[in-house]
Nanobody, 125 residues
């Protein structure tokens, strides 16, 4: 059974940065398709970013392009989401997920088989 664990969330001021981590047991993340999603209160879960298993291709939601970076650390079997220039509207619970997901539909939650429990990110002054 694959288990994903997110960490690195917290409270940060607008303009600040955080780095989220996604670790896995029973799975080598360095060859997996990994997506980061977020869900704010009263809103649907939305795709934030994705890194593909083939050639490390990446994708981002328009709302985070230029501010967030997804990358993997093969040595530590971890996928990271570096978040810079954070805004109050980035406040949400952030989840990592995995499945067989291609770049054309990376933002579709139905494509993912395994999810972590989430980590809270709060951007507030």
């Amino acid at each position: 059974q694959v288990q994903l664990v997110e960490s690195g969330g917290g409270l940060v001021q607008p303009g600040g940065s955080l780095r989220l981590s996604c670790e896995a047991s029973q799975m080598r993340l360095w060859y997996a398709d990994i997506g980061w999603f977020r869900q704010a209160p009263g809103k649907e879960r939305e795709g934030v970013s994705w890194i593909g298993s083939r050639g490390d291709s990446t994708a981002y939601a328009d709302s985070v392009k230029g501010r967030f970076t997804i990358y993997r650390d093969k040595l530590n079997n971890t996928v990271y989401l570096r978040m810079n220039s954070l805004k109050p509207e980035d406040t949400a619970v952030y989840y990592c997920a995995t499945g067989v997901v291609r770049g054309s539909n990376w933002y579709d939650v139905r494509r993912y088989d395994y999810w972590g429990q989430g980590t809270q990110v709060t951007v507030s002054a």
